[in-house]
């Protein structure tokens, strides 16, 4: 649970912890990406956005466990430092903790340096500082400064590297440059390309620093971890749901020929599963805390498939609730054997019809209406096989996408074939298996408690989670 406020009196026995740094290096982009909130604070290109100090909270099972305080940019770290020197100068029985306290309580409300004071009064308040490092921008003076500065507050810092994909050559340099100031306790937190285990170093990292708060942050470690596999769980069984709907969907086509009733079917066809990828997107963005604007999808090429069932396909009595060692199910085997044509269809699927029949009313009155549709040539209208191919390809890139979003992320996600990804290997039999089940396209009790149901599934899940 995160909660967001205004500046609130200090806990003494929450953590408190000041996101620190030049401006525009992302400290605001970090908090939003450990909240999983677009809505903390203000990201905008322009130096100096965040103008006072603003205060988030994040708790594991309700309990409270730290504060994080988003502090604005220091502008000016050369002035800042020269000013300090001469407090030093002019003081110089006072330590250095003492000196910045003293900047502070001179500093005033116009004070040229009245950004910076806001931001050393916050860190004297604090237990721990994570200072922020946007690894495009070359280590030049001003950091070197701010280290400096901050370093004399005797607070434990970890420098946190910001931005880091695809600028590995640069991180190197900066861990160089840190080195230097004896910091090797640092951490690459990507607040665009999100990592979980990035997230999870980063708590780690503060136990070792802190450690009065080890076995408080060891709790928030295992709550976010398991919050993290259930929204992960979560948005790969909104994704299989999809797949088993639309798979499951089928309009009958009936025996007679009519261009304008087929093209109605169409319609009803492309419609439905248009709507429910839009359903999916919808929910997926609700799961992890994004919003419409953050993914744009295009129309997805639905294509026509024609189906009819297979009685005597291997595992459809299974389908059908049947022991496939059962009297009935050995009639409807030794039925289909038999081609003679009785009544306008073959005996062998009248034999098998009857068997079927006979081994139970409930099973019969299910599937009964199916299975004379079938022997009487009946075909249905559904998904193609290269529809459903793409439908779960793109949304398993989507899913993915979305794991590794950070909140702080401004461009916008497209999705499209996503050729990249894989189907499951046994992908055909897993459509296969939700054709012959159309009652699985609404969920229901029958068809959660179903084993064979679950098993798919499983498998889709399974699939869908895999790197």
Same mark, same amino acid.
């Given at each position: 649970?995160?909660?967001?406020?205004?500046?609130?009196?200090?806990?003494?026995?929450?953590?408190?912890?000041?996101? +620190?740094?030049?401006?525009?290096?992302?400290?605001?982009?970090?908090?939003?990406?450990?909240?999983?909130?677009?809505?903390?604070?203000?990201?905008?290109?322009?130096?100096?956005?965040?103008?006072?100090?603003?205060?988030?909270?994040?708790?594991?099972?309700?309990?409270?466990?730290?504060?994080?305080?988003?502090?604005?940019?220091?502008?000016?770290?050369?002035?800042?430092?020269?000013?300090?020197?001469?407090?030093?100068?002019?003081?110089?029985?006072?330590?250095?903790?003492?000196?910045?306290?003293?900047?502070?309580?001179?500093?005033?409300?116009?004070?040229?340096?009245?950004?910076?004071?806001?931001?050393?009064?916050?860190?004297?308040?604090?237990?721990?500082?994570?200072?922020?490092?946007? +690894?495009?921008?070359?280590?030049?003076?001003?950091?070197?400064?701010?280290?400096?500065?901050?370093?004399?507050?005797?607070?434990?810092?970890?420098?946190?590297?910001?931005?880091?994909?695809?600028?590995?050559?640069?991180?190197?340099?900066?861990?160089?440059?840190?080195?230097?100031?004896?910091?090797?306790?640092?951490?690459?937190?990507?607040?665009?390309?999100?990592?979980?285990?990035?997230?999870?170093?980063?708590?780690?990292?503060?136990?070792?620093?802190?450690?009065?708060?080890?076995?408080?942050?060891?709790?928030?470690?295992?709550?976010?971890?398991?919050?993290?596999?259930?929204? %992960?769980?979560?948005?790969?069984?909104?994704?299989?749901?999809?797949?088993?709907?639309?798979? %499951?969907?089928?309009?009958?086509?009936?025996?007679?020929?009519?261009?304008?009733?087929?093209?109605?079917?169409?319609?009803?066809?492309?419609?439905?599963?248009?709507?429910?990828?839009?359903?999916?997107?919808?929910?997926?963005?609700?799961?992890?805390?994004?919003?419409?604007?953050? +993914?744009?999808?295009?129309?997805?090429?639905?294509?026509?498939?024609?189906?009819? &069932?297979?009685?005597?396909?291997?595992?459809?009595?299974?389908?059908?609730? &049947?022991?496939?060692?059962?009297?009935?199910?050995?009639?409807?085997?030794?039925?289909?054997?038999?081609? &003679?044509? +009785?009544?306008?269809?073959?005996?062998?699927?009248?034999?098998?019809?009857?068997?079927?029949?006979?081994?139970?009313?409930?099973?019969?009155?299910?599937?009964?209406?199916?299975?004379?549709?079938?022997?009487?040539?009946?075909?249905?209208? %559904?998904?193609?096989?290269?529809?459903?191919?793409?439908?779960?390809?793109?949304?398993?890139?989507?899913?993915?996408?979305?794991?590794?979003?950070?909140?702080?992320?401004?461009?916008?996600?497209?999705?499209?074939?996503?050729?990249?990804?894989?189907?499951?290997?046994?992908?055909?039999?897993?459509?296969?298996?939700?054709?012959?089940?159309?009652?699985?396209?609404?969920?229901?009790?029958?068809?959660?408690?179903?084993?064979?149901?679950?098993?798919?599934?499983?498998?889709?899940?399974?699939?869908?989670?895999?790197?």
């Amino acid at each position: 649970m995160m909660m967001q406020n205004p500046q609130r009196p200090q806990s003494a026995t929450m953590l408190n912890v000041a996101v +620190v740094g030049h401006t525009n290096t992302g400290k605001t982009s970090l908090i939003r990406t450990m909240l999983r909130s677009t809505e903390f604070g203000v990201i905008e290109d322009a130096a100096g956005t965040t103008r006072h100090v603003e205060q988030a909270a994040i708790s594991a099972d309700n309990e409270p466990i730290l504060n994080l305080y988003d502090t604005p940019g220091l502008e000016d770290s050369r002035a800042l430092s020269a000013h300090i020197k001469k407090l030093s100068a002019k003081s110089k029985a006072l330590s250095a903790l003492q000196i910045l306290e003293q900047f502070v309580a001179q500093a005033t409300v116009n004070d040229p340096l009245e950004q910076e004071a806001k931001v050393i009064r916050q860190v004297l308040r604090s237990d721990i500082l994570l200072y922020i490092i946007d +690894v495009r921008e070359p280590f030049l003076e001003k950091y070197r400064l701010e280290l400096e500065i901050l370093s004399q507050a005797g607070k434990p810092v970890i420098p946190v590297f910001n931005f880091i994909a695809g600028h590995d050559h640069a991180l190197a340099k900066w861990r160089e440059h840190l080195a230097a100031f004896h910091m090797h306790a640092t951490l690459e937190f990507d607040t665009v390309a999100f990592s979980f285990e990035a997230e999870k170093r980063l708590y780690q990292k503060m136990q070792t620093l802190v450690e009065p708060h080890y076995d408080r942050l060891q709790k928030l470690i295992d709550y976010r971890a398991k919050l993290w596999n259930q929204l %992960c769980l979560s948005g790969a069984k909104r994704v299989a749901e999809l797949i088993v709907n639309v798979a %499951c969907y089928r309009e009958s086509k009936g025996t007679q020929s009519n261009l304008i009733a087929h093209s109605l079917i169409e319609d009803r066809l492309h419609d439905f599963v248009r709507k429910a990828e839009q359903s999916c997107l919808h929910d997926l963005l609700a799961i992890f805390n994004f919003s419409e604007k953050d +993914v744009a999808i295009q129309k997805i090429p639905v294509s026509n498939g024609q189906w009819q &069932l297979d009685i005597f396909a291997p595992g459809i009595l299974k389908a059908y609730g &049947l022991d496939l060692g059962s009297a009935a199910a050995k009639g409807a085997a030794a039925g289909a054997g038999i081609d &003679l044509m +009785v009544g306008g269809m073959s005996l062998g699927a009248a034999s098998a019809l009857g068997a079927l029949a006979g081994a139970g009313w409930s099973t019969f009155k299910r599937y009964g209406d199916e299975i004379k549709a079938t022997v009487k040539g009946t075909q249905w209208q %559904c998904a193609d096989e290269t529809t459903l191919q793409i439908l779960y390809l793109r949304q398993k890139h989507l899913l993915k996408k979305l794991m590794h979003r950070g909140h702080a992320a401004q461009d916008t996600v497209h999705v499209d074939k996503a050729d990249s990804e894989k189907l499951p290997g046994n992908w055909s039999e897993l459509v296969s298996a939700l054709r012959q089940n159309p009652a699985w396209q609404e969920p229901s009790a029958a068809r959660n408690s179903n084993v064979q149901y679950q098993e798919i599934e499983a498998k889709l899940v399974e699939a869908l989670l895999e790197n």
